[in-house]
Structures are given as C-alpha cells and as structure tokens.
C-alpha cells in the first residue's frame, strides 16, 4: 500500500490564482480530511469527509473547497489564493470516524507558498 | 471549548538524558489522546494513543506517556533521548465530535 499520497509537494502561487491540492489513500478508508499546519499553531482542520458524497466543515474552512466523489480521493481546492492560505497542507484518513481509538495516517504534506 | 495546549515550543536536551513533553488538555469529558511525531519535511506519525484503562501507554520508538486525569496532562517521556529523535511532537485529542485537536507542538533539539 502507498497509504497517504499527496501532490504537488510544493507549489507557488500568486494571489488570486487558484490550485487544486490532490489527496489519494489506497487503504479503503472512509474518513478522510484536511488540516493546515502554521508555526505555533499546530494542525487546524479545514475539512473533511465521512465518506464519499459527504463533507463538512472543519475549523478554518474559509477560502476552502472539498468534494468527495470517490473513497479514495479528497482534493483540496483554492479557488482564490491568498498570501494567508501559505501553509504546509496535509491530508490525513483513517477506516472510520465512528471509532474514536481510530489512528489517522497522514500524507507527507503540501508545502503551498501565495506571493 | 476542546483544547490542547504544549506548553513549551522549544526543549534542548543532552543526547542520553530523559525527556519529558509537555501536554494539557481541555475537555468536558475525558477525550482519548495522541501523541505525534514530525521529523522535518515529513509527515505525521503516530507514536502513542491512550483510550482508557492503565494510564501508562507504551508507543513505538521507546516512547511511553501517562495521563493524569487530575492534571489534565499527558506527558510524553523517554528515558534516553537519541540523537535521531530530533523533532517536533504533537499532543492530540478527540472527542465524541471526533474532531481530532491538535496543540502547538514543541520543537525538540538534541546535543551531542
């Protein structure tokens, strides 16, 4: 199994543009999300989904855009950057949000600059 | 409102001496808790989570963590720090919204 994968793994953009981050898990998970990772901030949740057709609002969803057409993939879409969205974004599932002790497994990250 | 907090941001410590990490938490019930490991440019990787049941948790990596419920704490601790457990670490809780919540994180250095 590949587990998270995530791409780009850096992007540059300029205020305005829009992008579409890419997020794929082949381990059959339902749960999957989103955070943004700020120094001294930890992770905040931007977005998530319980399954596919589903999604929800995390913590900071402004500026945000999910779908969920399959299991397997959750992309992360930025329809009008701005330099406050530059972060390291990371994706992150887990088999089902109905179980607390779920471990979430997580992508190796997004590193989005907005100039 | 759910929150975790990490106290210290930096920590420096001997290689071969013990660690201790910091994590507290706000929660109105007891909410089940993570600690994760970033090594740079990497991803998050889970070292411990604790449920319920004896309050000493054995994670990978010879890290262990003790809730205490009446410090709403969950310290993570190694007894001798090796030179590649250089990181950042992340104290996480969830709850019945199952909302994992992430602290701050604290940045650990380790000298030679």
């Known amino acids: 199994n590949a587990g998270v994968t995530q791409t780009p793994k850096f992007q540059v953009l300029k205020t305005g543009q829009s992008m579409t981050l890419q997020c794929a898990q082949d381990m059959n998970h339902e749960y999957m999300s989103w955070y943004r990772q700020d120094p001294g901030m930890g992770l905040r949740l931007i977005h998530y989904s319980v399954g596919a057709g589903i999604t929800d609002q995390g913590e900071v969803p402004n500026g945000y855009n999910v779908s969920r057409s399959t299991t397997e993939d959750f992309p992360l879409r930025l329809l009008s950057a701005a330099p406050s969205q530059t972060s390291v974004y990371f994706c992150?599932?887990?088999?089902?949000?109905?179980?607390?002790?779920?471990?979430?497994?997580f992508g190796p990250g997004t590193r989005l600059l907005v100039l | 409102a759910q929150s975790v907090t990490q106290p210290d941001i930096h920590i420096t410590v001997s290689e071969g001496a013990s660690l201790e990490l910091r994590c507290n938490y706000s929660y109105g019930a007891t909410p089940y808790l993570f600690w994760y490991v970033q090594s740079p440019g990497q991803g998050l990787q889970l070292l411990l989570k604790y449920f319920s049941g004896d309050t000493l948790v054995q994670g990978i990596k010879g890290f262990e963590a003790e809730f205490k419920r009446s410090q709403s704490s969950f310290n993570l601790r190694k007894p001798s720090v090796h030179w590649s457990d250089a990181a950042e670490y992340f104290c996480?809780?969830?709850?019945?919204?199952?909302?994992?919540?992430f602290g701050g994180g604290t940045r650990l250095m380790v000298k030679p």
């Open positions: 992150a599932s887990s088999y089902s949000n109905t179980g607390l002790q779920e471990t979430q497994y």
């Open positions: 996480a809780g969830r709850n019945a919204g199952n909302m994992l919540t």
